[in-house]
């Protein structure tokens, strides 16, 4: 499963563990400063001692900001939710659906649905299209924010006091806060 942050993934690891053993694929390199991609790291790590799974593990590829910013400074004028985010969602799947391929993980979701911030007809629209792409590794469709699980996310974190960040990622949305 590919997580963007630890305040996302409260609700949907809880979820999800009772049907999987999950591994997380933290790969945010489009989060700007490299300082804010580590606390958001952190904060995931501190609540991944909280649940104390021995069966979800965490894999923490290398931060490149550069081939992100590269590609995204082509949509640096369009708004959060839009065109941008479209290629941030993929960029950011399409390298954590290829780890899963390669390592012959059944399943790949993107905890990202769970955001009031993300759209999940994009997000589950990319996931269609890398299923297909890909021979092995199926695409698990999710809208984590259904069935009252942003109240669920919202409430847990509340009771959790994890770290939340006030913008998305990406210089342009800090910019926009
Ligand atoms: S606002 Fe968020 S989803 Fe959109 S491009 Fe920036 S980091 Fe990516």
């Excluded at 490299?34 to 001692?49: A, D, H, V």
């Excluded at 369009?78 to 059944?106: I, S, V, W």
């Excluded at 790949?108 to 269609?128: P, Q």
Aim: hydrophobic letters at 25%; aromatic letters at 16%; charged letters at 30%.
């Amino acid at each position: 499963m590919h997580v963007c942050c630890g305040v996302c993934s409260v609700w949907p690891l809880v979820y999800l563990k009772q049907y999987f053993r999950i591994t997380i694929y933290y790969g945010n390199s489009i989060i700007y400063p490299e300082s804010e991609y580590e606390r958001r790291l952190e904060t995931l790590e501190e609540y991944l001692g909280i649940l104390n799974d021995p069966e979800i593990t965490l894999v923490i590829p290398s931060y490149d900001s550069e081939s992100y910013m590269k590609d995204l400074s082509l949509y640096d004028d369009h708004q959060e939710g839009g065109k941008r985010c479209y290629h941030c969602y993929e960029k950011r799947m399409t390298e954590a659906y290829d780890y899963a391929e390669e390592n012959r993980y059944d399943y790949f979701t993107t905890v990202m649905s769970i955001s009031n911030r993300k759209r999940a007809d994009y997000l589950n629209e990319i996931g269609e299209r890398l299923d297909k792409e890909h021979a092995h590794t199926r695409y698990l469709y999710a809208d984590f924010k259904k069935d009252g699980g942003i109240t669920k996310n919202e409430e847990m974190n509340k009771e959790l006091h994890l770290y939340h960040q006030y913008y998305c990622g990406c210089v342009y949305s800090r910019r926009e806060e």
